[in-house]
Structures are given as C-alpha cells and as structure tokens.
C-alpha cells in the first residue's frame, strides 16, 4: 500500500503527526528504526537494554508531537534523546554490573581504518552475520572497555557518520571539545587494537 508518506520530509511527516495522523508517526518510526536500534547495540552491549532505550526514544517522540520544533533536522534530535537515555541506562546497569568482557577473536593486524571499514562497508549486511565476523567482534570488544564518552564519540562518528556539529548538538558539548575528544578516542582505539593483536600473535 502506497501511503505516500514516505515521499515525504522529516518536517512535514512531523506536521502531519502534530495535525493527529499517526500514519505519519509510524512512517517516522520505519525511517529511523534500523539505524537507531543499530546504534544502541553497539552502544549498550545488552539487548534488555536496547529494547527499554528504543522503545523509550520513540515513546518521547511520541509524546512531544506539541513541542518538536519542525524546523531542526529530526535525525540527530532522535539520536540525542537515545545517547542521553543510553547513558542513563547504562548508569543505572552499572552499579548492580560490569560490562562482560567477551572472547577476543583471532584477527589478522588490521589498521584503524581497515577495522572500522569491515563494520562501516556493508550496510546492507544483517546484524547477526555481522557478530559472527571476528574483527567485528574484536572492534566491539575494544570499543565496550572504553569510557562512556570515548565510546559515544566513536559510534557517532564512524558507525553513524555524524558531523561535528551534528555531534556537539547531540552530546552539547563545544565543537572543538569533539574534535579532542575524537582524537583522543582514535587514539586509545589503536593502542588498544595493536595491543590486542600483539598478545594473540604472542599466545
């Protein structure tokens, strides 16, 4: 059925939600659902999590219908309110948890950027098959044992191509302070991945 709805903008889908059409909200909802569920997974590492935070970002879309301001960009709003909600998440988790630390898998010495273009090339390829490629699965092993902030920067930047000031809105923190802290991510991410495969050449 061809609602036409997906012909339009973020804005006037928004309008229409505001005006009561809820066709309009679930047309919004297809638009942002993989790419935002895609995000929380690799942000949050436990799938009772990622439900509870995606379904609590649509449900604040849901219910601010009177407040949205059509004419800001809905994309990285969506992502503000899912990186806020994750940390809180993840905050709440982490006094009773810690982070599991998972099977680092045999990997051949790939650079920076050959590991993040083995998760970042096809985007087409389905979640499942792509945990069961072992750089993928030692890129997120690196990445889950980084600190919250290093963590969200890196998933904005490379999983989910943001700019820098899209990413300042998202996390309001001053442009320059993403560029900082993006280095210092990268930075933490080589050591780390160089560290990793020089203990599995040495086992």
């Given at each position: 059925?061809?609602?036409?709805?997906?012909?339009?903008?973020d804005?006037?889908?928004?309008?229409?939600?505001?005006?009561?059409?809820?066709?309009?909200?679930?047309?919004?909802?297809?638009?942002?659902?993989?790419?935002?569920?895609?995000?929380?997974?690799?942000?949050?590492?436990?799938?009772?999590?990622?439900?509870?935070?995606?379904?609590?970002?649509?449900?604040?879309?849901?219910?601010?219908?009177?407040?949205?301001?059509?004419?800001?960009?809905?994309?990285?709003?969506?992502?503000?309110?899912?990186?806020?909600?994750?940390?809180?998440?993840?905050?709440k988790?982490q006094?009773?948890?810690?982070i599991?630390?998972?099977t680092?898998?045999?990997?051949?010495?790939?650079?920076?950027?050959?590991?993040?273009?083995?998760?970042?090339?096809?985007?087409?390829?389905?979640?499942?098959?792509?945990?069961?490629?072992?750089?993928?699965?030692?890129?997120?092993?690196?990445?889950?044992?980084?600190?919250?902030?290093?963590?969200?920067?890196?998933?904005?930047?490379?999983?989910?191509?943001?700019?820098?000031?899209?990413?300042?809105?998202?996390?309001?923190?001053?442009i320059?302070?993403?560029?900082?802290?993006?280095?210092?991510?990268?930075?933490?991410?080589?050591?780390?991945?160089?560290?990793?495969?020089?203990?599995?050449?040495?086992?």
């Amino acid at each position: 059925m061809d609602s036409g709805l997906e012909k339009l903008t973020d804005a006037e889908l928004l309008d229409r939600y505001a005006a009561g059409e809820e066709d309009a909200f679930r047309e919004i909802v297809n638009r942002y659902k993989n790419g935002l569920y895609g995000f929380l997974r690799q942000f949050l590492n436990r799938q009772d999590l990622v439900e509870d935070v995606f379904q609590e970002t649509f449900l604040q879309l849901f219910t601010s219908r009177e407040s949205f301001d059509t004419s800001r960009p809905l994309r990285p709003w969506l992502f503000t309110i899912a990186a806020n909600k994750a940390k809180d998440a993840l905050r709440k988790w982490q006094r009773t948890a810690a982070i599991p630390i998972g099977t680092m898998a045999d990997s051949e010495d790939l650079s920076f950027e050959d590991v993040l273009n083995t998760i970042t090339s096809n985007e087409t390829m389905p979640y499942e098959e792509l945990e069961k490629d072992e750089t993928a699965l030692r890129v997120e092993q690196i990445i889950a044992n980084m600190p919250e902030n290093l963590r969200e920067i890196l998933h904005l930047a490379y999983f989910n191509r943001f700019s820098y000031k899209q990413m300042a809105e998202i996390l309001s923190i001053p442009i320059g302070t993403v560029k900082s802290r993006l280095h210092t991510a990268v930075g933490r991410f080589a050591k780390e991945w160089k560290a990793s495969v020089g203990n599995k050449k040495a086992k």
